[in-house]
């Protein structure tokens, strides 16, 4: 079956836009992760969806970001007031459980 | 949280050598992945090992869950081997956490 896509591949924007990041999961999926790469790096664990219980949201850098979840698939990471050090690959991943997960292709984002 | 170490961090091979990855990490854990990042960024999974051994191809991988550490092995090394391979506790009592990898160039 189909993996996990992302939208946009590439995106760049002006310091202080807010953008809007796509993740669709693998269908079936019941957990849902948001992942940053800056680069060169290893990867940075943004924000965690299992189920219909409430998101793991440890990870997130700062208020400026959010993320929501609609009826238990699609995802969408919202930058708020982008800044220059929010440039990275941003990444998701799907998963059954808390089995192996599954990586979709990332979005680059550029903040100019 | 839980640490994830890997080393070496560089590795050069000439192709057809063999290598080993080591991934130790700071407590017991339930999940286990090693993934390759290729030169295009995407990450491709090559073993899900909480315990145990297993093998694909060239590729193997051992998880003594006990002693906290993992291993990939890699034998007849490839030019298409290239990358960084990364180590990560995925799921479980922690947050998934990726080691800083380690990264591959094949020589031909």
């Known amino acids: 079956g189909a993996g996990v896509s992302q939208s946009p591949s590439n995106k760049v924007t002006e310091k202080g836009k807010d953008v809007e990041l796509r993740c669709d999961p693998i269908s079936g999926h019941t957990a849902l992760y948001w992942y940053r790469q800056s680069l060169g790096q290893g990867l940075e664990f943004l924000i965690y969806f299992q189920g219909n219980s409430a998101p793991d949201k440890s990870g997130l850098p700062s208020d400026r970001f959010s993320a929501e979840r609609t009826g238990g698939s699609v995802s969408t990471l919202t930058i708020q007031r982008t800044q220059q050090e929010d440039s990275a690959v941003y990444l998701c991943?799907?998963?059954?459980?808390?089995?192996?997960?599954?990586f979709g292709p990332g979005t680059r984002l550029t903040v100019t | 949280g839980i640490q994830v170490e890997q080393s070496p961090p560089d590795l050069i091979l000439q192709e057809g050598a063999n290598s080993t990855l080591r991934c130790n990490f700071s407590d017991s854990v339930n999940n286990l992945q090693w993934f390759h990042q290729n030169p295009w960024g995407q990450l491709i999974n090559l073993f899900y090992?909480?315990?145990g051994t297993k093998q694909n191809g060239r590729l193997s991988a051992t998880t003594v869950a006990t002693e906290r550490y993992s291993l990939l092995y890699i034998s007849s090394s490839q030019t298409t081997d290239s990358g960084v391979y990364f180590c990560a506790v995925t799921g479980g009592s922690y947050i998934p956490t990726f080691g800083r990898g380690t990264s591959l160039i094949v020589h031909p």
């Open positions: 090992i909480p315990s």
């Open positions: 991943a799907s998963s059954f459980g808390t089995s192996e997960q599954y």
